[in-house]
Nanobody, 127 residues
Framework: QVHLVESGGGLVQAGASLRLSCAAS????????MSWFRQTPGKEREFLAT????????AYADSVKGRFTISRDNAKNTVYLQMNSLTPSDTAVYYC????????????????????WGQGTQVTVSS
C-alpha cells in the first residue's frame, strides 16, 4: 500500500513558478513510476509528466514540455513537479500517481495503469 500526499499548490500570478511535491509512504518507492496529472471542473484528468523509478526516463505531455520538470528523490520518497511560466490555463487540481508499470508515453498517460493517487493540490494562476 502506498499513500500519496501532494503539497505546494497555491495562488500565483501569471509568469510565476511553483514546485509541487508528492510525498509517498512505504519502503518500495523506487519500484514505482510516478506521474503528475491535473484536472479542471468538467474535464478529464490530463496527463502531464512521468518519471521512472530510478529517474532514468521521463516523458512529458506536449502542453507542458519545456515549462514543467518532473524529478524525484528516492531517499525522501518524494516526487516533484517544477512548473515555470505559469499561465491561467494551468489552473487546476494537480494529482500525483504511482504505478508498477512502465512503458511508452502512450501507456503512461492512461489513468487506469495507476494504482495509487493522491488527494490533489489546487493551483490557481491569476492573470
Amino acid at each position: 500500500q502506498v499513500h500519496l500526499v501532494e503539497s505546494g499548490g497555491g495562488l500565483v500570478q501569471a509568469g510565476a513558478s511553483l514546485r509541487l511535491s508528492c510525498a509517498a509512504s512505504g519502503r518500495t518507492f523506487n519500484s514505482y513510476a510516478m506521474s503528475w496529472f491535473r484536472q479542471t471542473p468538467g474535464k478529464e484528468r490530463e496527463f502531464l509528466a512521468t518519471i521512472s523509478g530510478y529517474s532514468l526516463s521521463t516523458a512529458y505531455a506536449d502542453s507542458v514540455k519545456g515549462r514543467f520538470t518532473i524529478s524525484r528523490d528516492n531517499a525522501k520518497n518524494t516526487v516533484y513537479l517544477q512548473m515555470n511560466s505559469l499561465t491561467p490555463s494551468d489552473t487546476a487540481v494537480y494529482y500525483c500517481a504511482a504505478t508498477n508499470t512502465w512503458g511508452s508515453i502512450g501507456t503512461m498517460l492512461r489513468q487506469y495503469v495507476y494504482t495509487y493517487w493522491g488527494q490533489g493540490t489546487q493551483v490557481t494562476v491569476s492573470s
